[in-house]
């Protein structure tokens, strides 16, 4: 049977050559479409991506798939954050909460706002995420929805850009099914910070918090989620 975590550790397989026929049974890439289908309506998986993947299993459906050996680069790129570029935004949310789409925010304490940074404040595309304290500092943040837990993933590589102005103070974190945090001071250029994390056992999901605990003001950009790690299980 294929479920979609299943399915999600095949992307970074890149059709793998499987030397026993009796592997993919008609049932089984049926099921494997159909998670397919799901992955793209919930935008885990990019449209060129589930093409490809699309096509890769009714090729096997056909008899006629040519395996490779090779990972390709669109594959090691996987992202499971959505709107990780913060393009999409939300216009009816007040600037104490999150203002992009996919994301979901909150303000405890302090006098602090999210703000839609754009042209020299975005490191790519067209905007970025702001942060800016306005007076007493408290604590701020923006958070993904549940992430899965995929089978196979024995790690979970986070990357993200960021940049400061002021006396400013970053702290991200990991939560629910995975743990591990990063705090620290943000400068004025664009830098690229990488943490990884571990699944907990018998959890499911995990998500990961960025919080502005500190003055100043940071941007935050082109944030990635990537498992690392593949198993293919039947």
Not at 12 to 38: H, N, S, T, V, Y
Not at 58 to 86: H, W
Not at 107 to 116: A, C, L
Request: proline letters at 4%; hydrophobic letters at 35%.
């Amino acid at each position: 049977m294929c479920n979609g975590s299943i399915l999600l550790t095949l992307v970074f397989l890149a059709g793998q050559a499987q030397p026993q026929a009796d592997l993919w049974p008609k049932e089984r890439i049926a099921a494997c479409i159909k998670a397919l289908d799901q992955m793209r309506a919930q935008r885990l998986i990019s449209d060129p991506l589930y093409q490809r993947k699309k096509a890769m299993l009714q090729a096997r459906l056909d008899g006629t798939f040519k395996a490779t050996a090779l990972a390709t680069k669109e594959d090691e790129e996987i992202n499971l954050i959505q709107n990780g570029g913060f393009e999409q935004i939300d216009r009816n949310t007040r600037p104490d909460r999150s203002r992009w789409l996919w994301w979901g925010g909150w303000s405890w304490g302090g006098d602090y706002e999210n703000f839609w940074a754009t042209g020299k404040d975005a490191h790519s595309g067209q905007q970025a995420a702001g942060t800016r304290c306005k007076g007493k500092t408290g604590r701020i943040g923006i958070f993904t929805p549940s992430l899965p837990l995929l089978q196979g993933a024995t790690e979970y590589e986070l990357t993200f850009w960021a940049k400061g102005e002021g006396d400013n103070q970053l702290f991200v974190n990991f939560e629910g099914g995975a743990s591990g945090s990063l705090r620290e001071k943000i400068g004025p250029e664009w830098k690229q910070y990488t943490m990884k994390t571990k699944p907990e056992a018998g959890e499911k999901t995990f998500g990961v918090y960025f919080y502005t605990v500190g003055a100043g003001t940071i941007y935050l950009d082109d944030v990635k989620v990537r498992p690392l790690g593949q198993i293919l299980e039947d």
